[in-house]
C-alpha cells in the first residue's frame, strides 16, 4: 500500500497547480460520459428485447472471481490467475492488459481501455464461459492525472428469460473530493435503475476514505444492492479501508474467499454466487 499514499501524497502537493485546470477539459470529459452513457442505454434497452438460444444461458449458481492484476507486472501473476481462472466462471479483471495470455483464459471477454503507458494499454477485462447478452463501456477521466478510468457492462441471459447485469468498475483514485467519483458511480447506477433482474457490481473501487466508502453504500443500498460478507478479510486495504469490494442485488452469495497473493499489490476475491429465482 506504499504506492497508494505516495501518490496519494503527490496528488496533494500538486493540487494548487491542478486546481487551475481549465474547465474547457472537464466539459469535454462530461460530453464523452453521457455519449457513452446514452449509447450503452440504447444497447442494453434493445437487448432486453430479444430472447437467446440455449448456449448463451448461465446456471443458477456459478463462481465469481474479481481481481486487480497490477498490469501483470510482478512474477508468478500469470501463475495465480491461471489457477484462480479455473475454478471461476465469471472473471472480473481491473488494470488488466489485452494479450493473449489473458484472452484465452476464457472462452469469451470484454475489454474496455483505461491508463495507458508507452505500449502498454490496460483496462477493465470481463471474461466468461458464455457470450454476453450484450456489452458496452463506460469511460471517465481522472481529474488530475487526465488518465481514463473504464467500467465494463455486461449482460448475460438466464433462464426464465431472466438477465444478468455485471458491472466491473475501476474507481476513479485521486481526488479532493468526491465529486468526480460520485460522477462515475451515478453513470453506474443509470444503467442499473433500467435493469429489472439480478445485478453484480464488484471491483477495485478505490474506496480509500469514509466519504467514498459512504457515498458508495447509499448510492447502492438505494438500488438494492448489499454488499458482501468477508468472514477472514484479507481485502487489500489503504487508510484502513477495503478497496475491491462485490455487491449484488437478486443473487446470493453463497461463500467468499480472498487468497493472500503476492503477484498483485491487491488479492482477489472469490466468490460463490446463486441466483435468486422469480416466483413464478
Avoid at 110 to 139: D, E, I, N
Avoid at 231 to 238: G, Q
Amino acid at each position: 500500500m506504499t504506492s497508494y499514499l505516495h501518490l496519494l501524497f503527490l496528488s496533494l502537493l500538486s493540487w494548487q497547480s491542478i486546481a487551475n485546470t481549465p474547465s474547457s477539459d472537464e466539459q469535454q470529459g462530461i460530453t464523452k460520459t453521457a455519449a457513452n452513457l446514452a449509447n450503452c442505454q440504447q444497447q442494453l434497452a434493445q437487448s432486453r428485447m430479444q430472447t437467446y438460444a440455449a448456449h448463451y444461458i448461465l446456471p443458477y449458481q456459478f463462481t465469481l472471481l474479481s481481481w486487480n492484476i497490477y498490469k501483470a507486472q510482478i512474477d508468478g501473476l500469470l501463475t495465480d490467475l491461471q489457477k484462480l481462472n479455473a475454478d471461476a466462471d465469471i472473471v472480473l479483471l481491473q488494470e488488466a492488459i489485452k494479450e493473449p495470455a489473458l484472452t484465452k483464459l476464457k472462452p469469451y471477454w470484454r475489454f474496455a481501455k483505461g491508463y495507458k503507458s508507452g505500449s502498454v494499454q490496460s483496462g477493465v477485462m470481463t471474461l466468461s464461459r458464455w457470450p454476453a447478452a450484450v456489452h458496452c463501456t463506460l469511460t471517465h477521466t481522472e481529474p488530475w492525472l487526465r488518465s481514463p478510468k473504464a467500467t465494463n457492462i455486461v449482460e448475460y441471459a438466464l433462464p426464465n428469460q431472466q438477465l444478468l447485469l455485471s458491472i466491473n468498475l475501476h474507481g476513479i483514485n485521486f481526488t479532493i473530493g468526491v465529486s468526480d467519483f460520485k460522477q462515475q458511480l451515478e453513470d453506474a447506477a443509470s444503467i442499473m435503475r433500467m435493469h429489472q433482474g439480478p445485478i453484480i457490481f464488484a471491483g477495485d473501487l478505490n474506496t480509500w476514505s469514509d466519504r467514498r466508502q459512504a457515498l458508495l453504500k447509499q448510492t447502492l443500498n438505494k438500488l438494492g444492492l448489499h454488499e458482501a460478507i468477508y468472514l477472514d478479510d484479507k481485502r487489500t486495504k489503504a487508510f484502513g479501508l477495503a478497496l475491491d469490494q462485490v455487491w449484488v442485488r437478486g443473487v446470493k452469495i453463497e461463500t467468499t474467499v480472498v487468497p493472500e497473493l503476492d503477484s498483485s499489490d491487491h488479492n482477489p476475491i472469490i466468490a460463490t454466487l446463486t441466483i435468486e429465482q422469480k416466483v413464478q
